[in-house]
């Protein structure tokens, strides 16, 4: 069927309220931080102070950098153990493996209130306590899941063959998944580890939840100050966030094209 | 270069009995074929001589030394994979040198071998491409390269000209065996199809149900098959059972069949005889002293260019004959004709 020039209007006009609604609200913050006035006055008077008091702010600037580093522990413990759990439920086969599998999906869709309010009675049931350390258990139990579901479906295009060959070539069970599975995974680790990344950086109720006073993470504190009064500087923060967002995902879809073999 | 001795293996997987007492011996230096349909166990032989997994009992021994509980990596073999299992990621050249690689050989080395091996099998100057860019062919003679380039004791097949069309095939099976007697590897092949272990082979062993039914060149499996089954998979047959009455093979029509095997006196009996044996001759034609003569109806005659099969029935047994085109008489189905052929090619099998 070809389009008719009315469709043709109607399907960009849509096209042009959907992308308003997704982007105008972002791109106002972002225009807003680079505004002298506090009060969203027009027309805009371009500055730069919000970003320099930014840097100044104390208490942002530790919450970015807790939120870095969870991040950072995160993403190095669940790409490590997700990676390797997808090789284990590639390569073997063992008892309760599909229950195992199947028991991957439930931490996505339960509400991370839930998750939060249980992670929190039993960390502190158990003597681990709060702060930046069971945050990061906390973020990697999160992340895992989606590191293991996004590097098991770069697995699944794998032929079992090569690695039979690399062996039989006299390759070492080591050299085998040096040269011949990792090069392999390579996207998917990556597209994971970002994801794990993004999960814990993005991460707001079990941070807050977790998080002891004085030391707590960027959601954490951004939430709190704006309870507090806003301030323009929370703008410039989150636009500093959105423009590492955007690079990370621009990284993301590089390396992981989804449905995609090669 | 090794001889490979297997002696009574067997293997099972669970309870499914997939190789039972298996003895052969590969001559150093011979190319082998392991034929038989799926599940006959062929496969699983040729992934116990390579390593991947383990006999259940008996041995295994390359180059006199026994290698059953070695893992692959440790064995030298090389090995070609049914879809040639080349490493994506890697050019032709790095997927040929992956062999030396992993052994620490230095790089002049490596590119000298490399360069030696890709003009063996006539891929110089495909160093640069990567495996989607090569036609099937090309991919199949890179996945022989790489198996070869490290001098392995022993070369497995794993079908190895399955995946190429059948234009394509022809010219590697002539590829093939001109490589293997240039670097002299003892060679086994699995495969399926029975014109490729024909074509290919010193030396044929068959296989059913996890057992060698038999094992001789060529020319001896095709000529003197030993069973039903051995006849009909290498090539076609036309299988008779019958009594044995004063040392010759009676069938339910009547017709008395000769053969130079002795027949198991007072028994039933199966013998096969091969569609190319037989002829349609004419009714005053002279015949041998010793030819076997029978009447058939008539079915079908199925043109294939240079050759005539003519499909026939005698009694409620289907026959086949083969002709070359050029002595194609005029024939119509439904009439009877007359069957002609020697009794050495009536050929005793067990049913």
Known sequence: MKATPTLLVVGRLYLALVLAFLYLPIVVMATMSFNTSQFYQLPIDWTFDWYVQLSSNQRLLAATRNSILVAMATTLIATVLGTAASIALFRYEFRFKKLFQAALFPPIAIPWLITGTAMLLFFFWSGIGRGLHAMVLGHVALALPYVIIVVSARLRGFDADLEAAARSLGATPWQVVRYVTLPYMAPGIIAGALFAFAVSFDQFVISYFLSVPGISTLPVEIYSAIRQGFTPEINAISTLVIAFSITLLVIVSRFYRFGDSR | ?351
């Not at chain 2, 198996?147 to 059948?166: G, M, T, W």
Request: charged share 25%; aromatic share 6%; net charge negative.
């Open chain 2, 1 to 351: 270069m090794a001889s490979v001795t297997v002696s009574h293996v067997t293997k099972s997987f669970g309870n499914f009995p997939a190789l039972s007492d298996i003895s052969i011996d590969f001559s150093d230096g011979g190319l082998y074929s392991l034929l038989g349909p799926s599940g006959s166990g062929k496969t699983t032989l040729l992934r116990l001589i390579a390593g991947f997994s383990f006999p259940n009992t008996g041995e295994i021994h390359i180059g006199g030394s026994a290698v059953e509980r070695l893992p692959v990596e440790k064995r030298n073999i090389g090995m070609m994979f049914q879809n040639y299992a080349l490493f994506p990621n890697m050019s032709v050249y790095d997927n040929v040198a992956f062999g030396l690689m992993v052994r620490d050989t230095n790089k002049e080395e490596i590119s000298k071998r490399v360069g030696d091996v890709l003009e063996l099998v006539r891929l110089t100057g495909y160093d640069r491409r990567k495996p989607h860019e090569l036609s099937g062919g090309q991919r199949q003679r890179v996945a022989l390269a790489r198996a070869i380039i490290f001098r392995p004791k022993v070369l497995l097949l794993d079908e190895p000209l399955s995946a190429l069309d059948k234009a394509l095939r022809l010219g590697m099976q002539v590829e093939l065996k001109r490589i293997q007697r240039e670097i002299g590897v003892t060679t086994i092949l699995v495969t399926h199809d029975q014109e490729e272990a024909l074509t290919l082979s010193d030396k044929v062993g068959v296989l059913k149900d996890g057992k060698l039914l038999q094992e001789g060149t060529p020319r001896e499996i095709y000529e003197r098959p030993a069973t039903a089954f051995a006849a009909s998979f290498l090539g076609d047959a036309n299988l008779f059972k019958g009594r044995v009455v004063s040392g010759a093979l009676e069938l339910d029509g009547g017709s008395c069949l000769r053969s130079l095997d002795v027949l198991p006196e007072g028994g039933t009996a199966t013998c096969a005889v091969r569609p190319e044996k037989i002829s349609i001759v004419a009714d005053d034609e002279v015949l041998a002293s010793d030819a076997n003569v029978m009447e058939a109806r008539l079915d079908d005659i199925v043109f294939a260019g240079n050759s005539l099969n003519y499909l026939l029935h005698y009694g409620d047994i289907p026959l086949q004959v083969f002709a070359q085109n050029h002595e194609a008489a005029e024939l119509v189905p439904g009439q009877l004709v007359k069957l002609a052929w020697y009794a050495r090619d009536t050929i005793l099998v067990e049913a």
